[in-house]
């Protein structure tokens, strides 16, 4: 079991505008409505799109406020998006204003360097190659850089004033969900059910995770099952050739692909090893996280922000050549599936607590760390 620390964080009087565009749903959304779920401070957020994050967020009465779009090839629309943000900060008056990642701070970043009190800069990716901290500096540099990791935090820090502080990470109790899913895509007890949970992307790994399982077709029974439904539409497409390369691969029978699920955290409950094979690095991996939590083994590569994440006492990071090796070792041996996994909860709360988490991400936006 996961839960919130005992420890009750003060309750902070300082109001916190957030600003996103809103548009997909990932690790960043499910960051922002835990804020919105368990934040002392009094969290707003600006977003662009009434998409399911607006959703989430009035479903946990976070203050919601709609920007109009900003797209980079139409000048008019970003006057009136940055328009629409300087009239929001004059009227919210918050103490500090967060742009999450690069492209809010983009099309925002004069704005609210000009407007509010204080500015953060909220890291969950990499410097991407638009020079982001180039066009920070010469607009003004924000007050802080918060950074996911410290994988994240090395593009960042020599420039500006940088901190790490991982997610938290809110995760219920386990709720029984493992039979009745299971029952429902036909998959019986003493089958094998590897999960990967994320979005639609190449970079995910998806195919080599295919290539990798294909190899083990004759092993015992085996299940995979991807989470994550395209939302663009170069994803569908790729989803479609994600379906057609299991097909060749003689393994098509095994793979589900079940989609955007608002259950993630009982899918998992169904699961028996989560497996990941990013081909570049992951920042973060929130869902890393809440696989742990949930007592799944986790299997990645060895790279980017996972490591920070994995240990050997709840998973195993491997390399490309050497993933269906540990994936065969854990379809075979059911007593290390559940050491690894019974091992997850205490390194999730270690690392993410989420009324810890929130009491230092809530500190350092408001300038009191």
């Known amino acids: 079991m996961f ?22 749903y990932g690790g960043v959304e499910r960051f922002l409505a835990s804020l919105a779920q368990i934040g002392q401070a009094e969290h707003h957020f600006g977003l662009c799109f009434d998409g399911r994050l607006a959703t989430e967020l009035r479903e946990r009465r976070g203050n919601l406020h709609l ?3 900003a797209r980079l090839s139409s000048p008019r629309s970003i006057a ?12 919210l008056r918050p103490t500090a204003v967060v742009t999450h990642s690069h492209w809010p701070a983009a099309i925002w970043g004069r704005v609210v360097r000009a407007r509010a009190q204080r500015w953060v800069f909220y890291a969950h990716d990499l410097r991407n190659g638009h020079g982001i901290l180039g066009w920070l500096g010469s607009r003004g540099k924000p007050d802080l850089v918060i950074a996911n990791s410290k994988f994240t935090a090395k593009g960042y820090e020599s420039r500006v ?18 039979e009745r899913i299971r029952e429902s895509h036909g998959v019986g007890l003493e089958d094998v059910v590897l999960l990967q949970v994320s979005r639609m992307q190449p970079w995910k790994g998806h195919s080599l995770l295919l290539r990798s399982v ?19 539409p170069e994803e569908h497409l790729y989803e479609t050739g994600l379906r057609n390369e299991a097909r060749k691969l003689g393994i098509g029978e095994r793979v589900e692909f079940l989609g955007e699920r608002a259950d993630v955290l009982d899918v ?8 990941q094979a990013n081909t570049r690095p992951e920042p973060f991996g929130l869902v890393f996280v809440e696989a742990l939590s949930r007592r799944l083994p986790v299997v990645a590569l060895a ?15 491997t390399s490309n050549g050497k993933l269906s090796t540990v994936i065969q070792a854990l379809l075979r041996d059911a007593s290390l599936r559940h050491h690894l996994g019974a091992n997850g909860p205490a390194r999730a709360a ?10 230092m991400v809530e500190s350092a936006i408001l300038g009191e760390a």
């Open 214 to 232: 294909a190899r083990l077709k004759s092993e015992r029974t085996w299940r995979l099952w991807f989470v994550g439904g395209p939302q663009r």
């Open 80 to 91: 009136t998006s940055r328009a629409a943000v300087g009239a929001l900060i004059q009227r």
């Open 303 to 317: 790279e980017g922000g996972i490591p920070e994440i994995v240990t050997p006492q709840c998973g195993i990071l």
């Open 3 to 24: 839960v919130a620390t005992s420890a009750v964080p003060r309750l902070r009087s300082g109001r916190i505008l957030h600003l996103w565009s809103g548009n997909l």
């Open 161 to 178: 004033r940088t901190t790490v502080i991982h997610y938290p990470v809110v995760c219920t109790a386990l709720g029984g969900a493992r």
């Open 350 to 359: 270690e690392l993410c607590d989420p009324g810890r988490q929130t009491a």
């Open 67 to 69: 920007i109009p779009a």
């Open 268 to 275: 998992m409950e169904a699961a028996d090893v989560f497996c």
